[in-house]
């Protein structure tokens, strides 16, 4: 026994020595990034070590309180706290001026930089950026991300570097949320909101929670153009994510024109666009530093991707709203100027003048008064741009009112991919929101963009149309029986529905199928149902259908997921046929000794699959529920006496 322990306590270790290999080879070079970076600060003129301060050493800051003025506020050293994080400090100081005792620590500073007094040569040098906070606190004390940490993130230039390799947005570091499960959620046929699927799964805590322990300042999302439905809809979405959604407006346009020779510059505020056109949704921070065409911000995350494709613009600062929770900054997005690449816990970096694309939004909605139509821009991340989606739909529908009580929704939704086309799902609700819409909208978003069988699937485009009529059109399946008991193989089979519409009388309709010509003599039963019923009975039949194991499949089965209709009806029969399916190849009628090889050869990519007919009935009500009824067929029945 303790052998064949020993034995297997090697094997673990060397199964998981490429592991431990490969985790202590990215932490040296992270650690060689930050000697490095802190090499440079160490010979800098320009910043200052943590290293160096002490107790009492003070200094100042830079940020925008109004408009696009930079101001300093006072700062005193109180502390450094060493290993706060893994190989990581934080700078304690007290800050003063600019109503900072009032106000305290504002959400929308975050990236501040911070200037201190060089005991050596009393020079003013940069220390690093305002990045951390408490909720509720009673004096102005905040955390600083030393300046050697933001300047370890890869991108930004150090003496030594070779050129930086082109970003891949595909390739995102840092991220632990793609699993086995993200495809087959969006494979399940039930209507949920896929929105926040691929949302982290252990979300930061910003320092805008009840929690008492310092932590990175919120990121407050300023949002013009939305109804407080839409906002208290983003806030729920967002919670726990450090991104704090806020009703705010654009800049007019003598304020526009004053503040066109804006710059990104050390203080200044810097905003990032998450949704541009008839909404505007900005994420606001200062910048910390600019070198060359490089600039850093934030000092913390903001989604801590690593390698990102994010648009960079400027910012304006209408006022700031002092609260006893937490205080924030209301700001707008001025001018894309380019673009962040680089999205690290130590703050984020992007590059002046880059170029990024965003995915296009169009929405139109159709009310018995006329139609409407809107154009978005939506940010191209692939956690965020599936909740984006969903928010700009949700508020195209609600724009200028809610929906009638009794309602009924036709939409249709078509989503552009490069390599696999397009995604388009056309249906009908009725009493249910929009709730369908989203669903419909949202899972191929959230799948293709997290699934583990490929790179991020991004789309070129998205188109939504959503027509609005005020009647409820639904009806339940009460009752389904057939003309007779027996029926010969090649015969239809013909029965009545009985329907209980929404506040109307019952209804009878007629459906019929015809059997197989060669079906087998026995016991049979037919199931007349709903979308819902017959999208989850296909995926029992023919499991192999919805077990993707690429892209393409994937494609294909959130296609075939979607295009059962609500507003018909679907009679199913199970046929006495099956086979095995051996990864996606169906083989029918094997002998019972070859499926049984087939199953020991390949257990895990070889499952028994059934063949059934299905027809559908068009109604002009969405139908739900489900009934039977069952008949025998006899190739040659006896004559009735």
């Given at each position: 026994m303790r052998k064949s322990c020993t034995l297997f306590g090697l094997t673990v270790a060397m199964l998981l020595l490429p592991l431990q290999t490969l985790a202590a080879e990215k932490t040296k070079s992270t650690d060689a990034r930050l000697r490095k970076a802190e090499a440079f600060v160490a010979k800098s003129d320009k910043y200052l070590h943590q290293s160096k301060l002490r107790r009492g050493d003070t200094g100042y800051g830079l940020t925008v309180m109004a408009g696009t003025k930079i101001e300093k506020f006072d700062v005193t050293v109180i502390s450094v706290m060493h290993n706060f994080s893994p190989h990581q400090d934080v700078i304690l100081c007290r800050?003063?001026?600019?109503?900072?005792?009032?106000?305290?620590?504002?959400?929308?500073?975050?990236?501040?930089?911070?200037?201190?007094?060089?005991?050596?040569?009393?020079?003013?040098?940069?220390?690093?950026?305002l990045a951390y906070g408490w909720s509720f606190q009673k004096e102005p004390v905040c955390g600083i991300q030393p300046i050697s940490q933001m300047l370890a993130i890869p991108g930004v230039p150090l003496p030594g570097d070779k050129p930086a390799a082109k970003p891949n947005a595909d390739k995102q570091t840092g991220d632990d949320t793609l699993d086995e499960d993200i495809a087959q959620a969006g494979l399940n046929p039930k209507k949920?909101?896929?929105?926040?699927?691929?949302?982290?799964?252990?979300?930061?805590?910003?320092?805008?929670?009840?929690?008492?322990?310092?932590?990175?300042?919120?990121?407050?999302?300023?949002?013009?153009?939305?109804?407080?439905?839409?906002?208290?809809?983003a806030e729920k979405f967002f919670?726990?994510?450090?991104?704090?959604?806020?009703?705010?407006?654009?800049?007019?346009?003598?304020?526009?024109?004053?503040?066109?020779k804006t710059r990104l510059a050390p203080g200044s505020s810097v905003s990032v666009p998450l949704v541009t056109g008839d909404l505007d949704w900005s994420g606001v921070g200062t910048v910390t530093e600019v070198i060359g065409d490089r600039v850093l911000a934030f000092g913390h995350a903001m989604f801590g991707d690593g390698t990102v494709q994010m648009p960079m613009a400027t910012a304006y600062i209408h006022t700031t709203i002092s609260s006893l929770h937490t205080s924030f900054k209301l700001g707008s997005t001025l001018k894309i100027t380019?673009?962040?690449?680089?999205?690290?816990?130590?703050?984020?970096?992007?590059?002046?003048?880059?170029?990024?694309?965003?995915?296009?939004?169009?929405?139109?909605?159709?009310?018995?008064?006329?139609?409407?139509?809107?154009?978005?821009?939506?940010?191209?991340?692939?956690r965020i741009m599936p909740l984006?989606?969903?928010?700009?739909?949700?508020?195209?529908?609600?724009?200028?009112?809610?929906?009638?009580?009794?309602?009924?929704?036709?939409?249709?939704?078509?989503?552009?991919?490069?390599?696999?086309?397009?995604?388009?799902?056309?249906?009908?609700?009725?009493?249910?929101?929009?709730?369908?819409?989203?669903?419909?909208?949202?899972?191929?978003?959230?799948?293709?963009?997290?699934?583990?069988?490929?790179?991020?699937?991004?789309?070129?485009?998205?188109?939504?149309?959503?027509?609005?009529?005020?009647?409820?059109?639904?009806?339940?399946?009460?009752?389904?029986?057939?003309?007779?008991?027996?029926?010969?193989?090649?015969?239809?089979?013909?029965?009545?529905?009985?329907?209980?519409?929404?506040?109307?009388?019952?209804?009878?309709?007629?459906?019929?199928?015809?059997?197989?010509?060669d079906l087998p003599d026995g016991q049979y039963t037919l199931t007349l149902c709903d979308a819902s019923d017959i999208a989850h009975t296909r995926q029992r039949e023919m499991p192999h259908r919805f077990r993707p194991r690429n892209l393409k499949q994937l494609f294909s089965g959130l296609q075939n997921v979607v295009e059962p209709r609500t507003d018909k009806m679907y009679l199913h029969l199970p046929l006495p046929k099956g086979g095995l399916a051996v990864k996606k190849n169906e083989l029918e009628d094997l002998p019972a000794s070859m499926a049984e090889l087939l199953r020991r050869e390949d257990s895990i990519d070889t499952v028994a699959y059934r063949r059934s007919k299905t027809v559908s009935f068009q109604a002009d009500s969405v139908i739900s529920g489900s009934a039977q009824a069952s008949f025998t067929v006899k190739k040659h029945p006896q004559r009735e006496q």
């Amino acid at each position: 026994m303790r052998k064949s322990c020993t034995l297997f306590g090697l094997t673990v270790a060397m199964l998981l020595l490429p592991l431990q290999t490969l985790a202590a080879e990215k932490t040296k070079s992270t650690d060689a990034r930050l000697r490095k970076a802190e090499a440079f600060v160490a010979k800098s003129d320009k910043y200052l070590h943590q290293s160096k301060l002490r107790r009492g050493d003070t200094g100042y800051g830079l940020t925008v309180m109004a408009g696009t003025k930079i101001e300093k506020f006072d700062v005193t050293v109180i502390s450094v706290m060493h290993n706060f994080s893994p190989h990581q400090d934080v700078i304690l100081c007290r800050v003063s001026g600019l109503g900072l005792e009032k106000s305290g620590i504002i959400q929308g500073m975050s990236g501040s930089p911070i200037y201190i007094k060089d005991r050596a040569d009393g020079k003013h040098k940069m220390i690093g950026a305002l990045a951390y906070g408490w909720s509720f606190q009673k004096e102005p004390v905040c955390g600083i991300q030393p300046i050697s940490q933001m300047l370890a993130i890869p991108g930004v230039p150090l003496p030594g570097d070779k050129p930086a390799a082109k970003p891949n947005a595909d390739k995102q570091t840092g991220d632990d949320t793609l699993d086995e499960d993200i495809a087959q959620a969006g494979l399940n046929p039930k209507k949920i909101d896929f929105s926040t699927l691929a949302l982290p799964k252990h979300k930061r805590q910003p320092a805008s929670s009840d929690k008492p322990r310092l932590a990175p300042l919120a990121t407050p999302i300023m949002v013009a153009g939305a109804r407080r439905q839409t906002i208290r809809l983003a806030e729920k979405f967002f919670a726990g994510t450090g991104l704090i959604p806020m009703q705010a407006g654009t800049v007019g346009g003598v304020e526009a024109k004053a503040a066109k020779k804006t710059r990104l510059a050390p203080g200044s505020s810097v905003s990032v666009p998450l949704v541009t056109g008839d909404l505007d949704w900005s994420g606001v921070g200062t910048v910390t530093e600019v070198i060359g065409d490089r600039v850093l911000a934030f000092g913390h995350a903001m989604f801590g991707d690593g390698t990102v494709q994010m648009p960079m613009a400027t910012a304006y600062i209408h006022t700031t709203i002092s609260s006893l929770h937490t205080s924030f900054k209301l700001g707008s997005t001025l001018k894309i100027t380019g673009a962040l690449t680089n999205d690290e816990y130590t703050g984020v970096a992007g590059q002046v003048g880059k170029k990024v694309s965003m995915i296009p939004v169009n929405v139109t909605c159709v009310w018995p008064t006329g139609k409407q139509k809107y154009k978005y821009n939506i940010l191209r991340h692939r956690r965020i741009m599936p909740l984006l989606a969903a928010i700009t739909t949700f508020e195209s529908v609600l724009a200028n009112r809610n929906l009638p009580e009794l309602h009924t929704i036709e939409y249709s939704v078509d989503i552009e991919y490069e390599k696999y086309g397009r995604y388009h799902a056309a249906n009908i609700s009725s009493g249910n929101d929009i709730y369908d819409v989203m669903s419909d909208l949202t899972r191929p978003l959230s799948t293709l963009a997290s699934s583990p069988l490929g790179k991020p699937v991004m789309p070129k485009s998205i188109d939504v149309t959503v027509t609005i009529r005020p009647v409820q059109k639904t009806a339940s399946i009460l009752l389904f029986k057939l003309d007779r008991n027996v029926y010969k193989p090649g015969q239809k089979v013909t029965g009545l529905v009985t329907l209980k519409p929404f506040r109307a009388k019952r209804i009878t309709k007629k459906v019929a199928i015809t059997l197989p010509d060669d079906l087998p003599d026995g016991q049979y039963t037919l199931t007349l149902c709903d979308a819902s019923d017959i999208a989850h009975t296909r995926q029992r039949e023919m499991p192999h259908r919805f077990r993707p194991r690429n892209l393409k499949q994937l494609f294909s089965g959130l296609q075939n997921v979607v295009e059962p209709r609500t507003d018909k009806m679907y009679l199913h029969l199970p046929l006495p046929k099956g086979g095995l399916a051996v990864k996606k190849n169906e083989l029918e009628d094997l002998p019972a000794s070859m499926a049984e090889l087939l199953r020991r050869e390949d257990s895990i990519d070889t499952v028994a699959y059934r063949r059934s007919k299905t027809v559908s009935f068009q109604a002009d009500s969405v139908i739900s529920g489900s009934a039977q009824a069952s008949f025998t067929v006899k190739k040659h029945p006896q004559r009735e006496q």
